[in-house]
């Protein structure tokens, strides 16, 4: 799938990404709370393995069942575990969701009658989904501050943690790709206020916005 021809034709495409645990979902609520549609891969992810779907066979199919609870459903967690401790199995399993989450997430971003569409991908650097949107935001927050949230959040040991964040672009690199970048590193208020400077800034972006559409090379 690809973006239509005329960027016209459809809202102003913002990606959202940044590092685990940097907060990214408390910075797309408080977009959300503005009346911005929010399209969350994350969800969508979810959706693409409910049970009976083609994604969870094909899944069941290549990793076997040790990653599945007792009710059929993907146990997540025991999948985050081996992906993460795996590269070459990350690679297997973004093989099978990422085609399907990039598709279904352009599709629904299309289908936004608002003047921009918040679109939130993790990996957003690490997958080219950037060249699918007009705009980056970057969350961003000091590696330190990731791994105690991560470590807080999910129970994680410290190497765990940093396990995780390893997998991930690094700071810097993220940075680099970012149009606007929210720091969260404070206070919940102090990042609401920049989602509000940043909205404004954004309805601007897309009452003005080019009329040449983003890449849309094979991505995810």
Known sequence: MSTPDDASSRPLFVGLTGGIASGKSAVSEAFAALGVTIVDTDVIAREV??????????????????????????????????????????????????????????????????????????????????????????????????RERLMARDAHDEAQAQRILDSQADRQTRLARADDVISNAGALADTQAQVVRLHERLLEAAAQRPQRPPGADSVM
């Open 49 to 146: 393995v409910a049970p009976g779907s083609p994604a969870l066979e094909e899944i069941r199919g290549q990793f076997g069942h040790e990653v599945f609870a007792a009710d059929g459903s993907l146990d997540r967690a025991r999948m985050r575990e081996l992906v993460f401790a795996d590269a070459a199995r990350r690679r297997q399993l973004e093989a099978i969701l990422h085609p399907r989450i990039r598709a279904e997430t352009l599709r629904r971003a299309a289908a936004a009658t608002t003047p921009y569409v918040l679109i939130v991908v993790p990996l957003m650097v690490e997958t080219g989904f950037d060249r699918l949107v007009d705009r980056v935001i970057v969350v961003d927050a000091p590696e330190a501050v990731q």
